[in-house]
């Protein structure tokens, strides 16, 4: 059973910064693309960051230069490190697995996390 558990939400004041991790369990993780997804309210779910087994990365375009996707193999935990977060940002933000390809196409990930909410106030 893959599980996926999300860490590291909260609320921070705008410019600020936090780091989600996401842990990874029931699977061998080095063997799936990864990314990280968000939804606020009365939104969509949208694809925030991606990471391939190759190490190669795709970010939307509202967080690049501002978020970092990695992973700890050794810890089997994915991260987003957040800075210079503006008060749009504002979310629920979901870990993703098993995707054919580095994307942030949401219905092409298999397995999702339950979320950490983050809210950014100005």
């Known amino acids: 059973q893959v599980q996926l558990v999300e860490s590291g939400g909260g609320s921070v004041q705008s410019g600020g910064s936090l780091r989600l991790s996401c842990a990874v369990s029931g699977y061998t993780y080095r063997r799936y693309c990864m990314g990280w997804f968000r939804q606020a309210p009365g939104k969509e779910r949208e694809g925030v960051a991606g990471l391939d087994r190759d190490g190669s990365t795709t970010y939307a375009d509202f967080v690049k230069g501002r978020f970092t996707i990695s992973q700890d193999n050794a810890k089997n935990t994915l991260s987003l490190q957040m800075n210079s977060l503006k008060p749009e940002d504002t979310a629920m933000y979901y870990c993703?697995?098993?995707?054919?390809?580095?994307?942030?196409?949401?219905?092409?990930?298999?397995?999702w996390g339950q979320g950490t909410q983050v809210t950014v106030s100005s």
């Open positions: 993703a697995a098993d995707c054919p390809f580095v994307t942030l196409v949401t219905a092409l990930y298999k397995y």
